[in-house]
């Protein structure tokens, strides 16, 4: 389950030795630049040149609706696994110990996306899961939390 998907690009190692090294913040990928192409759409000349000029947001809406998943999230992508367990499980210490290896990238924070914070939707998840790497995991649900 670990790595599927995976395109050849790998983030590259951080300064910082150890599990530590894969907490949080993904400035290592920063390189694979994530942008979402509606932003794209709204400043790229080359897009506006192409659509009516007075109609804004409603060619907007329309390249919104025809983009493919990639080309509204750019390299964004949900993660690859999820731990779930129960309160006092251990779940922590099996993310901390799957961290360690160097193609995983895992939440510094768990998103509880699936129990506290479904109704925010998909685009909100892909934000804190904001990775050009695979191996993503999220550490996002306790059964007892359901
Ligand atoms: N291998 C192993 N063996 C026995 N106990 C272990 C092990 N790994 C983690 N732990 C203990 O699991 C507790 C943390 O579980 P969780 O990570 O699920 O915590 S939490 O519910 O999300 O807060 C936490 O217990 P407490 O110290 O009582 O809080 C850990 O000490």
């Known amino acids: ?22 907490l949080g913040k993904l400035d290592n990928c920063a390189s694979l630049e994530v942008r979402s192409a509606a932003q794209r759409a709204s400043t790229d000349p080359r897009d506006q040149s192409r659509a009516p000029a007075a109609s804004g947001s409603h060619w907007a809406d329309v390249k919104l609706r025809n983009m493919s998943v990639a ?47 479904y109704d925010r939707g998909l685009d909100w998840y892909r934000d804190r899961t904001n990775t050009a790497c695979n191996g993503y995991f999220d550490l996002g649900l306790s059964m007892d939390s359901l």
């Open 71 to 117: 080309q509204k999230y750019g390299n964004k992508k949900l993660p690859n696994a999820l731990i779930v367990g129960v309160k006092k499980g251990g779940t922590r210490a099996v993310l901390e110990f799957i961290r360690i290896h160097p193609d995983v990238r895992a939440l510094g924070t768990e998103p509880h996306f699936f129990d506290r914070n």
């Open 1 to 22: 389950m670990i790595n599927q998907g995976y395109e050849g690009k790998r983030c590259p190692p951080s300064k910082s030795a150890g599990g530590k090294k894969l």
